[in-house]
């Protein structure tokens, strides 16, 4: 069985006991959520689907929090001597699927 979530404007296909990262959320490592939209959920019986919800409810637990790749940004006026540099880390939670099931 899996199902394809959707979180942060991002999609993902997750299966019980997988490991992935979303945008942080504002909750501890340790702490358990479920996923809001649950976009298709897949069984032996077949593809469910539904409007905003495929009647199905994922939940997951908050591993640990990461941060992804620099991202280094350059600004540059030409002929004035002006440069101006930033970057940035985009913050991760790492959560494990722990539960997928089908509400009648």
Request: charged letters at 35%.
């Amino acid at each position: 069985m899996y199902a394809i979530v959707e979180e942060g404007g991002k999609q993902y296909k997750v299966r019980e006991g997988d490991f992935i990262e979303i945008e942080r959320k504002e909750l501890a490592p340790g702490m358990r959520f479920a996923f809001e939209k649950v976009l298709a959920l897949v069984d032996d019986e077949g593809l469910h689907t539904g409007a905003g919800s495929a009647g199905g409810k994922v939940t997951g637990e908050i591993v640990d929090e990461t941060k992804g790749k620099r991202v280094s940004v350059m600004k540059f006026r030409r002929r004035k001597g002006s440069r101006t540099h930033s970057s940035h880390r985009q913050k991760y939670a790492l959560v494990r699927i722990k539960e997928i099931s089908l509400e009648a």
